[in-house]
């Protein structure tokens, strides 16, 4: 029993010395919250970004913006808010300009009850509206509805309640994912954190 209490020490200084192997090097801004966090008295923001722009947004009979601002998305050519108090979305240039408002409450063609969010596909000149009974609509950006892709009741079955965050358009490539993995009761192999769908939004792979 003495013997091996120098060798459990060992063992112990062994651990403690060893290096942490979550510090390596990136090309990202890493700021450690880990270790005495108490002590950080600034977190400077030039240590995550490379250039702040500060672009004050036209303000017209048309443009006006409540505090009820649900997402932005801003793109190379334009900035997109959507405002959950009216339920518009409004386009404006990388300069502030207002340009025009996308989609509509109501109950006739391509207008919506509630939107969850928005995605935007500006290689296709596309936005994406995720509603909560409509499905997702497609509008071009001067606000003309175009189609819708799925409905509803088609996007339910993949989830167990529909958000925004459900949703990821990259690459001109939509992806489903989940902010917990679960288990849908009729398919016992439906665990899954993201997947790819197609057009039609059929999953095709799951990871």
Request: proline share 4%; charged share 25%; hydrophobic share 35%.
């Amino acid at each position: 029993m003495k013997n091996l209490i120098p060798l459990c020490l060992g063992v112990l200084l062994f651990i403690a010395c060893t290096p942490n192997n979550h510090e390596q090097d990136t090309p990202y801004a890493v700021i450690n919250l880990s270790d005495k966090v108490t002590e950080v008295k600034q977190l400077p923001l030039s240590d995550a970004v490379q250039e702040v722009d500060i672009i004050p947004l036209e303000t017209t009979n048309e443009s006006l913006l409540s505090d009820f601002i649900d997402q932005i998305e801003v793109t190379d050519k334009f900035i997109f808010i959507y405002e959950s108090r009216t339920g518009e979305i409004f386009r404006f240039n990388r300069n502030g300009k207002f340009l025009n408002k996308i989609g509509k409450r109501g109950e006739g063609p391509g207008e919506y009850t509630y939107l969850r969010g928005i995605q935007i596909d500006e290689s296709k000149g596309e936005l994406y509206a995720i509603t909560t009974a409509n499905g997702i609509y497609v509008y071009d950006f001067e606000g003309t509805f175009k189609r819708s892709i799925i409905d509803y009741n088609s996007l339910n079955k993949y989830f167990s309640s529909i958000t925004n965050k459900h949703y990821l358009l990259y690459n001109d490539h939509f992806f489903f994912t989940q902010t917990m993995p679960f288990v849908k009761p009729q398919k016992k192999d439906s665990i899954w954190s993201v997947t790819v769908v197609d057009k039609q939004f059929q999953i095709k792979n799951s990871f």
